[in-house]
């Protein structure tokens, strides 16, 4: 299954990231660690939702379509990467719109977000689109039918480093749990925060990897691949290399798609994808943040991937 061979047998070590502890913190640009409420980085839900994430209710009306899942921590890029996917794929003929059932009629924050998508995907000021696009189940379809539901939700809920061992909230269990396939779209970068943050992510994609039916895939996307020394031209990567970062960063991260089939194993090692990605570049002015795309390289091999993965 997997599209990389990765010889680096003494770097997966289930233990080690069980063994780590966490500290919590979050850092301002200057570094200095500063407490950020949950209520000031998450958009589109209402207070009660914020202050219990369990009150949460989502709905997945089509038990058919696969779902997407764009899985990681706060701010790796999943909305950025939802963004970049929308530009490209409707570029390509794709019709993209977000599915208005997936929250309760009276969330009205959702409703706006629906109502307003296009024009937020193509704003350039990059904060505008980040700020707003928190929360949403979105269809792509071609040729009037739905190929799959791609899923953005805030990284606090998937992952929180100041809590890392807190349990998925009810939402993302009814997520986990329905019987839709899936494909979990595990977000990594360069040198993200500490080596504790780094053990402790590693553990959470060891639990959520126990949660996954035998029908889910996993691709696992290394975003910000343009921040590393592995790009050699626009989408061609030394991409042995760059999976090799991720095992060094990220030990024992690969172990639980391990390949342990006698016979296919011969063929492939891993059961899971490996996708170097970028969205874009960010120019800062005084006032904003401005986006410019990225390469169309990279979202055309995250989604073929994502299409071979539908399919089969």
Not at 61 to 89: E, H, Q, W
Not at 101 to 116: A, L, Q, T, V, W
Not at 162 to 173: E, I, L, Q, R
Request: aromatic fraction near 10%.
């Amino acid at each position: 299954m997997a599209d990389f061979n990765l010889n680096v047998k003494s770097q997966v070590n289930d233990e080690l990231a069980n063994e780590q502890t966490s500290i919590i913190e979050e850092k301002t640009s200057s570094t200095e660690s500063k407490s950020i409420p949950v209520e000031e980085v998450i958009r589109g839900l209402n207070k009660e939702e914020l202050n219990d994430p369990n009150k949460i209710n989502v709905t997945i009306a089509d038990k058919n379509a696969p779902l997407v899942i764009l899985f990681g921590p706060p701010s790796c890029g999943k909305t950025m990467t939802l963004v970049r996917l929308t530009r490209y794929l409707k570029g390509e003929g794709y019709k993209i719109s977000p599915i208005k059932s997936f929250r309760p009629s009276h969330d009205y924050n959702y409703k706006n977000i629906c109502d307003n998508y296009d024009n937020m995907i193509n704003q350039s000021d990059a904060a505008q689109s980040t700020d707003r696009i928190n929360f949403m189940l979105v269809e792509i379809i071609k040729n009037g039918k739905r190929l799959c539901q791609i899923l953005e939700a805030p990284g606090e809920f998937y992952f929180n480093p100041g809590h890392p061992t807190a349990k998925f909230p009810n939402y993302v269990n009814t997520i986990i749990n329905c019987n839709n396939r899936k494909i979990w779209c595990i977000m990594v970068e360069p040198d993200w925060e500490n080596e504790c943050d780094r053990n402790n992510y590693v553990s959470r994609i060891h639990n959520l990897k126990q949660k996954m039916r035998p029908t889910d895939k996993t691709i696992f996307v290394f975003n910000k691949i343009d921040l590393t020394n592995f790009v050699i031209s626009p989408g061609h990567i030394n991409l042995p290399q760059a999976t090799k970062e991720v095992a060094n960063l990220y030990p024992g991260i690969y172990a639980p798609f391990r390949n342990m089939n006698p016979i296919t194993r011969f063929f492939s090692e891993w059961r899971c994808d490996f996708v170097p990605f970028q969205t874009g570049d960010f120019t800062e002015s005084n006032t904003t943040m401005t986006y410019q795309e990225g390469p169309h390289e990279y979202p055309s091999k995250l989604w073929n991937t994502i299409l071979k993965r539908i399919n089969g």
